[in-house]
């Protein structure tokens, strides 16, 4: 048995199993790497050699940072002592760095050990239960939080100069995917069909089309290919918001957390710098509210037309004379000088109507919006094609799962 285990020359504690915790950085590391199965595969070879059966492995794939106990396999193997109180283990992992790298919560960590009779071991490191072990081991402790720290502080600076070079260095935002740059690092691209919903929920927000973000949500809910973030196909309202701020889509990047301004980026943007300051300004200032129900026949130009003063619109209503009522559009702004002044009906129709034959377009321009009429009428009836093509494709997965 080894030498481990002497906790004195006179007594000689053996467990009764061993149990493993492995961990790694990075859940992408637990993907594309080996670096679970490695450590598992070193510490299960040292509990072999030390003649002692592995009933439990406990995995992790988060940062040595923090707090041990919000660590999923870490609370686990924790909860496992608690349950088997009766028998004593043995604790193996494959490297200090790998038990933790924060001193407060490593300390912690031991007294927690400790304190369920379990027993540590290292496969780089040899633990001992004296006064001078325990301040090595707290002296390489601080040595691995000092090297965390300066590591995140490097991997900081080092974003925070990619994005004053124009690059987005944070998860892509929808439309967007990364790609390997000829500048080095990744860059943004296009990610169709995805980049054509943004780039219209976007523009549409801005000219009007949408006039809330209720209607921008409603739209990028009935577009099968772009994600939802809810279990039943629904955005969250907060995720709309974010949507429409995010500079980035002007092709622009920024960072407040790292005081970088606004700058162009090395990425093409979905949306110009105009119609992104339109969508901001109308985000400031809120969109337009839904057509009133009670609007009728009587006054068609409530809403459009506007008093010179302040520019709201007008209100309109009827006004009751002494044999009959008389439609009236006035003036409902407090601090407006024309306040309560009120114009016949027949009056502002009458200039309405006057504006618009001196505006009435020619048969050029008529045939030219017809153009465009039908060319955007081509592009819906593709997109619904392509929804519809998405919609069956879905159905055919989910008969055949």
Not at 255 to 270: A, D, M, Q, T, Y
Not at 288 to 302: G, S, T, V
Request: hydrophobic share 30%; with cysteine.
């Amino acid at each position: 048995m080894s030498q481990v285990f002497n906790q004195t020359s006179d007594n000689i504690v053996i467990p009764d199993a061993a149990l493993i915790y492995c961990r790694v950085s990075s859940k992408r590391q637990t993907i594309e790497g080996s670096g679970l199965d490695t450590q598992e595969h070193r510490c299960r070879e040292h509990a072999a050699k030390l003649g002692v059966v592995v009933e439990a492995a406990f995995y992790d794939d988060v940062s040595g940072g923090g707090d041990f106990m919000k660590r999923k396999g870490m609370v686990d193997l924790l909860k496992f002592l608690d349950r088997n109180k009766h028998k004593r283990y043995v604790v193996i992992f494959d490297d200090l760095k790998r038990y933790s790298r924060d001193t407060e919560f490593h300390l912690r960590l031991r007294r927690e050990m400790q304190s369920r009779n379990a027993i540590r071991i290292c496969l780089n490191f040899n633990f001992e239960d004296s006064p001078e072990g325990k301040f090595l081991e707290t002296i390489l402790a601080a040595t691995g939080t000092l090297e965390r720290e300066q590591n995140a502080r490097q991997v900081s600076q080092k974003m925070k100069a990619r994005v004053e070079q124009g690059f987005w260095v944070t998860k892509a935002p929808l439309g967007y995917e990364y790609v390997k740059s000829k500048r080095g690092g990744k860059e943004l691209i296009f990610e169709e069909p995805i980049a054509s919903i943004a780039k219209e929920a976007l523009e549409g927000f801005a000219c009007g089309r949408f006039d809330t973000q209720s209607e921008v949500q409603r739209f990028l809910e009935s577009q099968p290919d772009y994600p939802k973030d809810l279990p039943n196909g629904k955005i969250r309202a907060f995720t709309i918001s974010r949507f429409l701020k995010k500079i980035v889509y002007a092709g622009y990047v920024e960072s407040k957390s790292w005081n970088v301004s606004p700058r162009i980026g090395n990425h093409e943007g979905l949306i110009d710098l105009q119609t992104h300051e339109k969508i901001l300004h109308r985000l400031k200032t809120g969109g337009y509210a839904p057509a009133r129900k009670d609007i009728n026949k009587d006054f068609p130009l409530r809403g459009f037309v506007a008093c010179n003063g302040y520019g709201n619109p007008y209100k309109a209503g009827w006004t009751k004379g002494k044999t009959k009522t008389y439609p009236y559009y006035t003036c409902q702004t407090k601090r407006c000088t024309d306040y309560g002044k009120s114009i016949k009906r027949a009056d502002i129709e009458g200039q309405f109507e006057t504006i618009l034959k001196s505006i009435t377009p020619s048969q050029a321009l008529f045939n030219t919006m017809k153009r465009m009429i039908n060319e955007a009428y081509k592009h819906r009836k593709a997109q619904m094609g392509a929804i519809t093509t998405t919609l069956k494709r879905d159905i055919t997965k989910l008969e055949r799962d």
